[in-house]
């Protein structure tokens, strides 16, 4: 069963961060958001697993440092962020934009 709620604070602040495009590692973006382990890497699993975000391990800069896991936005996740700014921008008489959102990419809000 799909669930239709809004995405929450944090989530919100996932997306933002990634909207800067490009690859960001999982620990610039706790720095960036103030978000516990406990809560970005789980948000960033939820988002990967709907389409949303495309991760990948990039290998060190320095020699002897391991690999580390960057994340960046897909087409699908921008196309959702931009369905929140529209709500956002809108009000509550524009909330459809959220589920027209999340209709045309298949994810769950």
Known sequence: MKRNRPPSRETRKVLELLA???WLHGYEMLKATGLKSGSLYPILMRMEERGMVEAEWQEPVKPGRPARHAYRLTPAGRLFR??????DVTGPAGSSAVADTVAATG???
């Open 82 to 87: 931009a369905g929140l700014v529209a709500c």
């Open 107 to 109: 994810a769950p809000a």
């Open 20 to 22: 800067g495009g490009g």
